[in-house]
T-cell receptor, first 113, second 116 residues
Framework: QKEVEQNSGPLSVPEGAIASLNCTYS??????FFWYRQYSGKSPELIMS????GDKEDGRFTAQLNKASQYVSLLIRDSQPSDSATYLC?????????????FGSGTRLSIRP | GAVVSQHPSRVICKSGTSVKIECRSL??????MFWYRQFPKQSLMLMAT???????TYEQGVEKDKFLINHASLTLSTLTVTSAHPEDSSFYIC????WGAGTEAFFGQGTRLTVV
């Protein structure tokens, strides 16, 4: 059974700084990873997908994937109070194109003004 | 990203009654729908996977006779909580995926169920 592990936090970061969220996974052959953001009382929303080793940037967000070390991270530059949320790392449970997603337990991020 | 619409967003029901939650994919055909439950300050817990036109596959520990899932079309899946009890009070979330569209999941808005 594939596992996705995250530090539950809370991670507190001052406004304007870089927030770094980390995730490790147990399945060495996983091909794709996702980062979801979930505000309290709301459903998760997809913010980044990454499929290959290296960095992928989208605005203030950068996802980093290292398949050899089996970790994926999310960097948030110029952190804003609106970034305060729980961030869920996720990976497909299998290789079929409509596989269930395995979620980590989430990291609570708090941006302090 | 693709849009999944879930209704109702909030529902309060009496113990012993049944509640139906609808999940619709608005701009894609969801060949597979997933139903999750989330208790406060906990992560998502997958309840079941439903494929259009076939019976749902339930995760271990989830009562299939209590949580009825129907996925009769490529755009609609429903979850019915039967004979609801206060311990069923939770946040229920659906997500849809489409064959050939990668493995990303797109979530509905969620339904806050309170059983009194």
């Amino acid at each position: 059974q594939k596992e996705v592990e995250q530090n539950s936090g809370p991670l507190s970061v001052p406004e304007g700084a870089i927030a770094s969220l980390n995730c490790t996974y147990s399945d060495r052959v996983s091909q794709s990873f996702f980062w979801y953001r979930q505000y309290s009382g709301k459903s998760p929303e997809l913010i980044m997908s990454i499929y290959s080793n290296g960095d992928k940037e989208d605005g203030r967000f950068t996802a980093q994937l290292n398949k050899a070390s089996q970790y994926v991270s999310l960097l948030i530059r110029d952190s804003q109070p609106s970034d305060s949320a729980t961030y869920l790392c996720a990976a497909p449970g299998s290789y079929s194109s409509a596989s269930k997603i395995i979620f980590g337990s989430g990291t609570r991020l708090s941006i302090r003004p | 990203g693709a849009v999944v619409s879930q209704h109702p967003s909030r529902v309060i029901c009496k113990s012993g009654t049944s509640v139906k939650i609808e999940c619709r994919s608005l701009d894609f055909q969801a060949t597979t729908m997933f139903w999750y439950r989330q208790f406060p300050k906990q992560s998502l817990m997958l309840m079941a996977t439903s494929n259009e036109g076939s019976k749902a596959t339930y995760e271990q520990g989830v009562e299939k006779d209590k949580f009825l899932i129907n996925h009769a079309s490529l755009t609609l899946s429903t979850l019915t909580v039967t004979s609801a009890h206060p311990e069923d009070s939770s946040f229920y979330i659906c997500s849809g995926q489409s064959w050939g569209a990668g493995t990303e999941a797109f979530f509905g808005q969620g339904t806050r169920l309170t059983v009194v």
